[in-house]
């Protein structure tokens, strides 16, 4: 049986989630070929909530790829957070503080804009083709073994690229001996809602509130999405939405009581671990890994969509050089150039979370620790501009 997508391409990348699409686009750009094979069903793809914050840097890319216009629309610009904490508010100004802004748009209407371009493009883009192997990784041919209608097909590559997420099989093609695995799970996971109600503030909150965490963000200036953190183990079932409204709300408090929150119909629940993974080296031979499937962060701080887009901006300069000259001065630097980036989230995302949870295991020192942190911000323009520029992002090339 012929495959329904060309059996020989440049750069066979594995998953269409943010940094497999970006990245096709990019390599499209720069003259590179290549074919994106999605074990899920388009419609899958184009639904799973998740991250809801772009950087600067993440915006310019989709600006680049021609895939911008109903984020340049629709999008919301925010120029600045609030940290809430002992029934009081500091804002974050991140535009006064770094020069630049991020934008609310969610992943979904990312991976549907991405999507619809490359179909539109009629470039190789195949769901429900779920890779089975990565092989000879180790020679200049490497391959691609996939399902798709029951039936068994191949790619052949000059390189491939596992942008799969943290379950799929690419990284599974390096050699345990050949790298190392960081890991940190956190005690606590998010029950995330999205809800038919207007946000309650005209930008995000994250708040420390006495039983734990709670961020308001949102959606459109229509929809509201919020997240608490829950115990590890909570099913969301369990919570029935007005219990939900009453921590959030009870979390969001102020002292002097000029927070309300609105509420409305919950549209969707679901419970999110939070853990931090980092695999390294991110390339083995012709194989290279991007986005979640060689690092996770925790959700605090809206890093993980970033970073994979950040990794794909990088590795997409790298394989067109390669591509065009045979020069590896650049892919050989990929995987430590795009490590630095991950570690510093990986300190940041640790930060923001240690600093804004309660620790079910913790004691009244990591409490006191959390609102000194907390404090320093309220009083430091310095600790408010760290902050801001690691939320924001450091520029390609700045770190
Ligand atoms: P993914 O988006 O995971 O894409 C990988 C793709 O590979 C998937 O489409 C998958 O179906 C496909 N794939 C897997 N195996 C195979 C295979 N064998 N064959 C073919 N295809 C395969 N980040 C934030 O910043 N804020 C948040 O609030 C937030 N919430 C999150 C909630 C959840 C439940 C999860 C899982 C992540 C969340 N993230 C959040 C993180 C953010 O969504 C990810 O960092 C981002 O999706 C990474 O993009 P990616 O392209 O690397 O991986
Ligand atoms: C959202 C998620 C985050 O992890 C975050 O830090 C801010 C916003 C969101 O889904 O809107």
Known sequence: MTSPVPDRTQVAIIGAGPAGLMLSHLLRLRGV?????????????????????????????????????????????????????SGRSVRVDMQELTGHHVMIWAQTEVTKDLIAL??????????????TAVEDVETDTPLVRYRHEGAEHVVRADVVVGADGSYGPARRAIPDRLGRRFERVYPYSWLGILADVAPSSHELIYAR??????????????????????PNGTDAADWDDEAIWDELAARFALDDGSFTLERGPITDKSVTPMRSVVSEPMRHGRLFLAGDAAHIVPPTGAKGLNLAVADVRVLAEALA?????????????????????????????WTMTTMLHVDPDGDPFDEQLALAHLHHIEVSEPARRALAENYRGLALGAI
Do not use: C, N
Request: hydrophobic share 40%; charged share 30%; no cysteine.
């Open 33 to 85: 070929e290549s074919v994106v094979l999605e074990s899920r069903p388009r419609e899958r793809v184009e639904t799973r909530q998740r991250a809801g914050i772009l950087e600067h840097g993440t915006v310019e890319a989709l600006r680049e790829v021609g895939a911008a216009a109903r984020m340049d629309e629709q999008g919301l610009p925010h120029d600045g957070f609030e940290l809430r904490f």
């Open 118 to 131: 490359r179909l539109e493009q009629g470039e190789p883009l195949l769901f429900e083709a779920e890779v």
């Open 209 to 230: 509130g006495r039983t734990g965490f709670a961020l308001a963000s949102m959606r459109s200036p229509s929809v509201t999405r919020a997240y608490i953190q829950v």
């Open 321 to 349: 050089e390669w591509f065009a000259t045979k020069d590896e001065t650049l892919i050989d630097a990929y995987s430590d150039t795009a490590l630095r980036r991950v570690w510093r989230a990986s300190h940041f995302s």
